[in-house]
């Protein structure tokens, strides 16, 4: 059964809310992608990011959107999630930063060829109907040496049991059906897929925890039994980048000249 997106509607007003279940995206994964993000962009030159063209796709709540943001890019971010863009919306006016967020899927990009230097898509590819459709539109809309910064769920053992079995179905931490572990995508098929579309691609990189499995393990109770947070497991966790990447993996490459 494909992943339920809708869990994305019904949970829209925690992506702010700091006890939320969602707000460990940004205590936990923002951290490690957006430091990752930083570094390939200083890696590739771009030291003034003032007036760069950035896409958020699967923006969400605008977790990370508003961090590129802050980074002086001008920004647009599209979900196909109308509350989570609308919780998006109200977020960025009150932090008083411009952000062109709307409602839309990666599958069909509402803007033209050649729009974007930089387009990311985190925590989202392996939620949509279309991979290949994705990473088509995402080329697309790439200006010529504009980059794509991602991340995603491998397709292994390992994946499917930490984020299925393991959080939703025994520990019941994670919404059921919120991943499909067949939707996961394998680095070689996103590497072959962007090949096939005109992106280079450069580098990948494993997320993994920054301690032990033990402590990692005492987290993953302490917050089954209400004594921490989701986001406070989102800072204990202290994900990096690492050689391993049979759950999760980042990676990033350039739109060909």
Known sequence: MPADNQIYDRLAETWWDSQGILHVIRTGLNPVRFGYAQHVLEREGWTDLSGIRALDIGCGGGLLAEEFAGLGCDVAG??????????????????????????????????????????????????????????????????????????????????????????????????????????????????????????????????????????TARGLWNLKRGAITYPELGRRLRLRTGWNQSVSYIGYGVRSG
Not at 112 to 136: G, I, K, N, Q, W
Not at 149 to 174: C, G, H, K, M, P
Request: charged residues 25%; glycine residues 6%.
């Open 78 to 215: 599209i979900d196909p999630s109308h509350p989570s863009v609308e919780v998006a919306i109200a977020h960025a006016l009150r932090s008083g930063l411009s952000i062109d967020y709307s409602v839309a899927a990666g599958e069909a990009i509402p803007f033209a060829d050649a729009t974007f230097d930089l387009v990311y898509c985190c925590d989202v590819l392996e939620h949509v109907s279309d991979v290949d459709r994705v990473v088509a539109e995402t080329a697309r809309v790439l200006k010529p040496n504009g980059l794509y910064i991602y991340d995603t769920l491998n397709r292994t053992l390992a994946s499917r049991f930490v984020a299925v079995t393991l959080l939703e179905q025994w520990l019941d931490l994670a919404p059921r059906g919120l991943h499909d572990a067949d939707q996961f995508i394998r680095p070689s098929e996103l590497r072959r897929m962007m090949k096939k579309h005109g992106l280079q691609h450069l580098e990948t990189r494993g997320i993994v925890p920054g301690i032990g499995p033990l402590k």
